[in-house]
């Protein structure tokens, strides 16, 4: 996955049609201009559209690209701080420093997402603001901030939920470890989300334990694009998946050894969702078999407590050591499953080989985003969903990220008309709209991102969010893609 910003020239923009009505919630145009001869028809087409009641609808942001304020009340230096001050590894050199100073504007902040009508926040916890040294004596003031923040979120009926890794490691225990590559990190992480999970347990009752896995490990640990920016070789790599691994069932049950009667547990995971390309009986077998591989090094293992054949048999001498034990502890029984879904991995088609399915390459002109990663395909938030219940009998399942980056402008008039933004929402959640209509479990959905932020080696010229951050200002201007968010959150209906 290559995280470069590609700026707007590949992105296939289609003409739209300028509308005078759409700088208000977009609502007050549409009935005026939809005319159904039967009323009643009118009715039954717009519920077909509705989410389930009680659907959670949010937004998420994760600590280091937010929070800033990075040597405030004892936080401890990152894995993340050091990279970014590294020259040339982040786009024009930028670093999370400040941010979105979100640790100081978290009460204004919270108004803005009043604002948007959404009654659930994902964040993460910065592990070095709680142990500062990733291990041995916490830091009041860091678990302080969090208490804040929770209880400012609590107070305007928005649920918190916690992620406790989004790739921030302490400095400290990368040094003293060599970060994930050693079993002494699954421990100590185990530790700190126990910890947590006591001190918060009465403000948070929905933990994830670790965001996008696959993320933090390839790029981190595999092609050196990420802090701690190493690129290691193939046994080693398959050492630090199996110790990430091992660092989330161990966060499973400290969590649930440690927090409050109610508390619910999850994941957030990159999901790999290869989709059929024409949806035949014989294609959808195929796009299973597809994501059970394709997903077999992080979260087959998490739902199944094994790593598969192919797996094995293809990492050969470098395959990861593990005992019995540690499948257990990784694959602890969850609550719920998050998935961060953005693109189709593939597609794929049936085939008469030893996989049971041929991928289909993306053609050259498929539309990206201006993340030259993201290619674009709605149905990927129906076949995520589907077959993760269909595969591995999931009973609860949140979309923990979903969202599109855009090369966002201020008008003269101080707007972002942000129309790619809208039109992928509408299509990506049309079809996660069709899934939950079949009965898939999806109980909620968080955009990424309630603002923009620093966007890892991209920096922050890469932006996701439902609000526009000036940079040099801090202000936070909502995009024409906000008002489209809160009228979807308030009507709970794709529009
Ligand atoms: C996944 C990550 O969890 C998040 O940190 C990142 O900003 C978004 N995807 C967009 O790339």
Redesign the pocket.
Known sequence: ML?RNNGPKNFARRNFIKSAGITALGLSVAPALISFKNPQEHERKSSERMFPEGFLWGT?T?AY?VEGAVNEDNRGATIWDTFSHIPGKIKNNDNGDVACDMYHRYKSDVQLMKELNIKSFRFSIAWSRIFPNGTGTPNQKGLDFYKRLTDDLLANDIEPFATLY??DLPQAIQDKFKGWESRDTAKAFGDYAGYVAKNLGERVKHYFTI??LR?FVELGYGNGMFAPGLKLPARNLNQVRHHSLLAHGLAVQAIRANGNAGTRIGL?E?LDVPVPIIDTPENIKASEIAMRESNAGYLTVIMEGKYTEKFLQNAGADAPIFTPEDLNIISSPLDFLGI?I?MPSQYVQAANNADGYKTIPFAKSHPRST?E??VLGPEALYWGPKNVQKIWNAKEIYIT?N?I?GADELTADKQVYDTDRISFMRNYLTQLQKATSEGVPVKGYFY??MMD?F??A?GYD?R?GLYYVDYKTLERIPKESARYFKALAQSNKVR
């Open positions: 995280i998420a994760a690209q989004h790739w965001n996008e993320t957030a990159n961060n953005y993340s990663w993201q990220e969202g980056s990424w991102s932020n966007e890892w991209s890469t996701f």
